[in-house]
């Protein structure tokens, strides 16, 4: 059999690189993405897997098979994926698939939590060492840090923009964890993406084992393409996701399902006000044309500028055909989240209502009520002042969350400015 290597999006003549290689760069040299030279199909019994694990080793060992023993791949899948992910029946031809149960309590707990086991597997192998460097809008620096923390050979850096994040993601962020370094940038997440990107491509820290745990990581998203497996196989017939979206990389991952023969019949990207995709599928905004970020209250979503979208433009030629978007506002978002709630007692994150909006808008624009599971992306409880705000109700505690108060946190001021950067990691990295 044989496997996929990776080739920069920049630059697909070039030689392709390994899958270790790819994981363990973040970036291609270039700054592109790495993309698949060839797209393994799925095991043909891939319906019957009894467990998550079972199905994403299968999957996975179609990818990583020449590369990682199969001993190794069950034992990182199997340890990643330890927690339940339970598909909930909202209404007619409505369904939700809870991927907050992770640590974490967000859907970023399936990439981190492998991604770590993966990079652990080869660096172990290599005896090397890494400093994992990610910007976060909320969601992915509390996953990377609790994915990666404690691994000997890995320190990971985490810098996130300052009162952009809610008070429980910020707590989420800063807790004390071993060989984990959070810091606070006065600015957006945008510019701390361009900070970390910048970081990368600094020819003054070329000799630092830079590595990135972004959604640009391909070893982030193919784990994110076993949900969407694990949904589908309650279905006979083909069925439509709706997958609330920011970088786009929970929605690669998906796509990356389909072209591994998941048949589906639409994905729906939910979007808040940062609208460039819905604009560029209906042809009102030109490829990469991106906007300066807008802040909303589902702040794991505000990306002006999605970075995985130089990925899944090249990965499928017809987007505008397989998925249909929209850009929900605020205000539109809470009284989705309080219908709801309402309507069937169950309560959504602001992400998640987003989603909710967007399947609605699809039904009535197309008509078309094909059976719809919605990915649920954070646990409510993470948002405790949008649901008091809306519902006037404490959302039911979330033990991982309330014990978090009673720990020991550390966080520390950066400048937005590439300089400051490289002083922090020149000093982390003779540590
Ligand atoms: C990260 C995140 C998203 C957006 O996912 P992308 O892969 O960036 O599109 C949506 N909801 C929540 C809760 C998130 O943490």
């Not at 009162?163 to 810091?183: C, K, T, Y």
């Amino acid at each position: 059999m044989s496997y996929p290597r990776y080739v920069s999006s920049r630059n697909r003549a070039a030689d392709p690189v390994s899958f270790e290689t790819a994981l363990l760069a973040g970036l291609a040299p270039d700054g592109g993405l790495y993309l698949p030279t060839a797209i393994p199909a799925l095991p043909e019994n891939w319906r019957a897997a009894p467990s998550l694990a079972e199905l994403g080793t299968a999957v996975l060992s179609r990818w990583l098979g020449g590369e990682v023993p199969e001993g190794a791949l069950r034992a990182a899948v199997t340890a990643a994926l330890d927690f339940p992910v339970p598909l909930v029946r909202l209404g007619d031809d409505l369904w939700v698939l809870e991927l907050f149960h992770g640590p974490t309590l967000s859907f970023k707990d399936f990439g981190a939590r492998l991604m770590a086991r993966l990079m652990g597997h080869f660096l172990t192998r290599r005896g090397e060492r890494r400093i994992v460097l990610v910007a976060t809008s909320g969601d992915t620096g509390s996953a990377v840090a609790d994915g990666f923390a404690g691994q000997p050979n890995i320190t990971v850096v985490i810098i996130y923009p300052q009162g952009l994040v809610s008070p429980v993601q910020e707590r989420q962020l800063i807790v004390a964890r071993p060989g984990v370094h959070a810091f606070k940038v006065a600015g957006t997440f945008d510019d701390c993406q361009e900070l970390v990107k910048a970081a990368f491509m600094d020819t003054a820290l070329a000799d630092l084992p830079l590595s990135s745990a972004n959604s640009i990581n391909i070893g982030r998203l193919l784990p994110q393409s076993l949900y969407y497996l694990w949904a589908a196989r309650h279905f006979a017939d083909p069925i439509t996701f709706c997958v609330p979206s920011g970088n786009l990389g929970n929605l690669t991952g998906g796509v990356l399902a389909q072209l591994m023969g998941l048949p589906v019949k639409r994905f729906i990207a939910a979007h808040n006000a940062n609208d460039y995709f819905p604009k560029f599928l209906r042809g009102l905004a030109e490829p990469f044309a991106f906007a300066p970020t807008i802040a909303t209250l589902s702040n794991a979503m505000d990306v002006g500028a999605p970075s995985n979208f130089e990925r899944l433009y090249q990965l499928q030629s017809d987007l505008p055909s397989r998925i249909w978007a929209t850009s929900v506002h605020d205000q539109t978002m809470l009284a989705r989240l309080r219908w709801c709630y309402e309507r069937f007692g169950y309560l959504l994150c602001p992400h998640t209502s987003v989603g909710l909006e967007a399947i609605e808008r699809y039904r009535q624009e197309s008509g078309d009520l094909t059976p719809t599971v919605l990915l649920a992306t954070a646990h409510p409880a993470k948002f405790p002042e949008v649901v008091q705000r809306t519902l006037g109700l404490t959302a039911p505690p979330d033990p991982a969350l309330t014990q978090l108060w009673q720990q020991p946190v550390s966080v520390t001021p950066l400048e937005a400015d590439p300089a400051a950067l490289r002083t922090v990691l020149r000093d982390l990295a003779t540590r």
